[in-house]
């Protein structure tokens, strides 16, 4: 079976410019989560979402950035107006929900350089 | 709140010796605990987790972690290091405490060297 997946696996941007950064997690997944990892660092939470709950957007740094998840299934986050802080490895996962002691499923990372 | 704290940025151990990374929590209610690596350049993985029974629990790749209540910590453990254990290896918890469903939280993890 296929695992999480991400795309693109590299983004190069200029300062300024809008992004989108798209995770399909694993069929029957109803959880899925976005972190950011800053190079060789510890993992950062942005938001997750459950079955069609509302989102935990706790994480989100500021209103640049923002995620949606169409029909239960793929998601896109999307930074606006990107900053050279925002340069970071970008990872998904999915769990097969959000309660008990499932674990998580990540992705490769979408590698985000604002130039 | 919860929490979470490795409190080595880095462990270094010769091959074949044993080799530990350490893990301390703070939750409100019991927790749910979790080992993830990271191997260069690749995505992290799962290597395991405690929800309840018995506080020694296995998992992969040789890796066996102890959960212990009173000193509220859950170190990775494994016998004899291998050059290929080499990673970030990150600890993970959640309070199954929160009425609601709550986020995993993830420590800041800790690099492994493992020289030959």
């Known amino acids: 079976g296929a695992g999480v997946s991400q795309s693109p696996s590299n983004k190069v941007t200029e300062k300024g410019k809008d992004v989108e950064l798209r995770c399909d997690p694993i069929?029957?997944?109803?959880?899925l989560y976005w972190y950011r990892q800053s190079l060789g660092q510890g993992l950062e939470f942005l938001i997750y979402?459950?079955?069609?709950?509302?989102?935990?957007k706790s994480g989100l740094p500021s209103d640049r950035f923002s995620a949606e998840r169409t029909g239960g299934s793929v998601s896109t986050l999307t930074i606006q107006r990107t900053q050279q802080e925002d340069s970071a490895v970008y990872l998904c996962?999915?769990?097969?929900?959000?309660?008990?002691?499932?674990?998580?499923?990540f992705g490769p990372g979408t590698r985000l350089t604002v130039l | 709140a919860q929490s979470v704290a490795q409190p080595e940025d880095q462990v270094n151990v010769a091959e074949g010796n044993p080799l530990t990374v350490k893990c301390t929590y703070s939750?409100?209610?019991?927790?749910?605990l979790f080992w993830y690596v990271q191997y260069p350049n690749r995505g992290l993985q799962f290597l395991l987790k405690?929800?309840?029974?018995?506080?020694l629990v296995k998992g992969s790749y040789g890796f066996e972690a102890e959960f212990n209540k009173s000193q509220t910590s859950f170190h990775l453990k494994k016998p004899s290091a291998l050059v290929s254990d080499s990673a970030l290896y990150f600890c993970?918890?959640?309070?199954?405490?929160?009425?609601?469903?709550?986020?995993?939280?993830f420590g800041s993890g800790t690099r492994l060297s493992i020289r030959p």
């Open positions: 996962a999915s769990s097969l929900n959000i309660n008990g002691g499932n674990e998580q499923f």
């Open positions: 405690y929800i309840t029974g018995d506080n």
């Open positions: 993970a918890v959640r309070d199954i405490g929160y009425s609601s469903a709550s986020k995993i939280i």
């Open positions: 979402f459950q079955g069609n709950s509302a989102p935990d």
């Open positions: 069929s029957g997944h109803t959880a």
């Open positions: 939750v409100s209610g019991n927790p749910y």
